[in-house]
């Protein structure tokens, strides 16, 4: 094999990455999920591990393999994300891209739901979860460099200005996962970076890629 004698410009530098989807229980045998493959974090984590950072992952639920030279902790609920991404402070570099379930159920069953016989429906209260991101952004130790992402299907830009301001960010990479684009869950993506100095728009290229340039761009800030 080749040595890798690759640079390491983030050596020294700690990075905390979340990624995938969160589950948030109804009972013990269902749960309340977004879309997410977790391809775009997992290939970041291994990019700036590439790059020389120690990376601690967050991720839930995938069917992927931990990435190599990354610390992989394992989570389900959007609570238990926050907790894991807390417990990884200090960090310079936070990257959260994970897409978070925005609201789990008030009081999951502890047991299985049964159907009724007459038909009757159950009815889910649900409640908001933690911002993960919004709480590293404002956090007393906050990383020097925080990136959110803005998975959108309209007014891509606008509302990754607005979620820039809201949550602390310094960088939002927005992408548009309207059906159309086949980025759900697909290899390719095709991101805008936003921050206060303005946006600059990347072309479709694999996630891969996307994680090279993001953590390019990343290594520049630490010049
Ligand atoms: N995020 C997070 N914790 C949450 C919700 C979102 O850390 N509970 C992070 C995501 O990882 C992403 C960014 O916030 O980096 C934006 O997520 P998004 O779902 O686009 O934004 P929301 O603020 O949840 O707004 P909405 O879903 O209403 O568009
Ligand atoms: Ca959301």
Do not use: C
């Not at 990075?15 to 879309?35: F, K, L």
């Not at 992402?149 to 509302?159: K, L, M, R």
């Not at 927005?174 to 290899?187: F, K, L, W």
């Amino acid at each position: 094999t080749l040595l890798d004698t690759a640079p390491k410009p983030l050596a020294g530098k700690r990075a905390i990455v979340t990624s995938g989807p969160t589950h948030e229980p109804i009972d013990p045998v269902r749960y309340i999920a977004n879309r997410s493959s977790g391809t775009q974090g997992h290939a970041i984590a291994a990019a700036l591990a590439r790059a020389g950072a120690d990376v601690t992952l967050v991720s839930g639920p995938v069917s992927l393999d931990d990435p190599r030279g990354v610390r992989t902790v394992h989570v389900e609920r959007a609570e238990e994300m926050r907790d894991a991404v807390l417990l990884a402070l200090p960090a310079d570099i936070a990257v959260m891209v994970a897409a978070v379930a925005d609201w789990r159920v008030a009081s999951a069953s502890g047991e299985k739901i049964k159907k009724q016989a007459d038909g009757a429906t159950p009815v889910l209260s649900l409640t908001e979860n933690p911002d993960i991101l919004k709480v590293i952004g404002h956090h007393a130790r906050r990383p020097a460099l925080v990136v959110g992402f803005a998975a959108e299907t309209n007014n891509v830009e606008q509302n990754g200005r607005a979620k820039l301001e809201r949550k602390g960010a310094d960088f939002i990479v927005a992408n548009d996962v309207s059906p159309e684009t086949g980025i759900m869950g697909g290899a390719r993506n095709r991101v805008a970076i936003i921050s206060r100095d303005g946006i600059d728009r990347w072309p479709d290229m694999g996630k891969d890629e996307v994680a090279e340039k993001l953590v390019a761009l990343i290594a520049e800030r630490f010049k």
